[in-house]
């Protein structure tokens, strides 16, 4: 037993304070929503902005200070937890921002929104820094429990239910299925230390030059259960009806901050703790990131709801994410990274068009879209920018991450993967250039002008800015991400 | 008579889980999906503690790791039970097959 260190302690509560600030502020607006008897509008969601500012700043203030391990190496905050932690606050900031409308029009429980949205934020900042399965395990667990909830928010609307009731039952199949997983890796390994992981499955594959049946059991299992969490295929089952039900912002948020989370904790299993288990699941991955592109593309093109045809692209888009990580080198990790983050931006801007439509007319419909360039020039313009970005054509973000992606992939021979994606691409294009050509040139009439409220044009603005600005300036940033990316894969 | 070792758990758990996964795949009634929900918890549960007294008896590791679990379980059964309240207002029952309004 080692007599108490103040300094060590420090140290340690030093790293997590970004979660800490995060999660007693979040714990502020609960109680906040529960005394007040009835809660204006703006009151929470301000307070919530600036604990979600505040946690931002936090965040960056850390990783500048404090570099390191805590808590005997649990949780670790390097450079790819500043990346991440800044695209998951980044999510966090643009869903309080675009959800102030539609918080306006509940009428019980405005305050509780915002914090359960902070509370999953925990979750998701604790994900994106565990190193440690149990930890990273309950940070999972914390943030789509608040989703769950979320997702079932319209308490009045029959498709929220609906949403809430297929998040919950498949969200927890899945983190069973994870759980199992786990429990294997586990029993395989005997520790629960992604470092010492790592170590372990070198040794087991150099005792017996294989891996037994029970590691690649496990291997399946753990990626099942990241394969929910990120609604890639062939376990998307519930991400269009929950994104289909759920409010606007929460689908946005989840499309974009939930997944960006589940990206960083997919890097340091995958990439550090499964890393000498990488042949025995470098052709899986391969293999479901094919399947997420042709699945998610070819059934968007069917899609008559916007949010539905979002949910299916997001499906393909994950698809484009893990083509990055058949590389599995410092190439793969950093393009998995900048497309993290053109997602984000890109992503999040369309669902903010998307509630900014419907909070004027109340449709989601796509046939309801048409004209809208004659209502509204400027959303329209915003939306199929984003849309662009999403396909991935120049100057966009979108375009670079694509190309960075598929850089990586054909410099570790995966070339058929390659044309996969670059074939789905093209599919992609069709569905997101039909809405395009719905909103410029118009069949029939058109109704009246549509107008954008003063908090979602400030979303708008901002996602634009990062569309264009990581296009068209991406060098400064992908020196930053390829830095950390080299740290990860070192495992300093 | 031979002692109880580390596959016989091994072997239960993964009977749990087979049996979770089955329920949850023909149940239709939304209380009897969370219930296969959690055999299925309870099956990695009992893999754990089985790790964590056979692989590494001089830790605890497993043990802590399922005790957690079992709390995470707890409050994941909360919130779905909460919800499935709420679609009972909605439907007037918690059949799965009526809770449709979204396909494709």
Known sequence: ?492 | MPSIGLHHYLALSAVVFCIGIYGMLTRRNAIGVLMSVELMFNAANIALVAFGRFVTPQLVTGQVVAAFTIAVAAAEATVALAIVLLIYQHHRGIDVDRINIMKW
């Not at chain 1, 940070?139 to 997702?151: F, K, N, P």
């Open chain 1, 1 to 492: 037993m080692s007599a108490f260190d103040l300094t060590k302690f420090y140290a340690d509560w030093q790293i997590i304070l970004p979660e800490c600030f995060l999660f007693v502020w979040a714990l502020f607006v609960l109680t906040l929503a529960t005394l007040g008897k009835k809660d204006e509008p703006g009151r929470s969601g301000t307070f919530a902005l600036w604990t979600i500012l505040g946690a931002l700043i936090t965040a960056v203030w850390v990783g500048v200070t404090a570099d390191g391990a805590a808590f005997g190496g649990t949780f670790v905050f390097d450079r790819l937890a500043v990346v991440f932690k800044e695209v998951v606050l980044g999510g966090v900031i643009l869903t309080a921002i675009s959800s102030i409308g539609t918080v306006g029009r509940l009428e019980v429980h405005r305050g509780e929104y915002y914090g359960l949205i902070l509370l999953s934020a925990v979750g998701m900042l604790l994900m994106v820094s565990a190193t440690e399965l149990l930890t990273l395990y309950i940070a999972i667990e914390l943030s789509t429990m608040g989703l769950y909830v979320l997702a079932a928010y319209h308490k009045g609307s029959r498709r929220s239910a609906e949403a809430g009731l297929k998040y919950v039952i498949l969200g927890g199949i899945s983190s069973a299925i994870l759980l199992y997983g786990v429990a294997w890796l586990y029993g395989l390994t005997g520790t629960t230390n992604l470092a010492a992981i790592k170590d372990a499955v070198m040794n087991i594959y150099m005792s017996t030059g294989g891996f037994p049946p029970a590691m690649t059991l496990a291997l399946i299992f753990v990626l099942a259960g990241f394969g929910f969490k990120l609604a890639l295929a062939p376990f998307h089952m519930w991400a269009p009806d929950v994104y289909e039900g759920a409010p606007t912002p929460i689908t946005a948020f989840l499309s974009v901050a939930s997944k960006a989370a589940a990206l960083a904790a997919f890097l340091r299993v995958f990439f550090v703790g499964l890393e000498s288990a990488a042949m025995a699941w470098t052709q899986m991955i391969a293999a479901l990131a094919a399947l997420g592109m042709i699945v998610g593309n070819v059934t968007a093109i069917v899609q008559t709801n916007i949010k539905r045809m979002l949910a299916y692209s997001s499906v393909a888009q994950i698809g484009y994410i893990l083509v990055g990580a058949v590389a599995r080198d410092t190439w793969g990790a950093t393009a998995i990274s900048f497309y993290t983050m053109a997602y984000l931006f890109a992503n999040m801007g369309a669902f903010i068009c998307v509630i900014a439509f419907s909070e004027r007319t109340g449709s989601d419909e796509i046939a309801d879209y048409n004209g809208l360039a004659a209502r509204s020039p400027v959303l329209a313009a915003f939306f199929a920018l984003f849309l662009l970005s999403l396909t991935g054509i120049p100057p966009t973000a979108g375009f670079l991450a694509k190309y960075y992606v598929f850089l990586a992939a054909v410099n570790a021979g995966y070339l058929w993967l390659v044309i996969v994606g670059l074939l789905t691409s093209v599919i992609a294009l069709y569905y997101y250039a039909t809405v395009i050509r719905k909103m410029y040139f118009p069949s029939g009439e058109t109704a009246s002008t549509i107008t954008v409220s003063k908090s979602l044009t400030l979303a708008l603005v901002i996602s634009t800015i990062g569309v264009l600005f990581f296009g068209v300036f991406p060098g400064p940033f992908v020196g930053w991400i390829q830095n950390a990316a080299q740290m990860l894969l070192a495992g300093k």
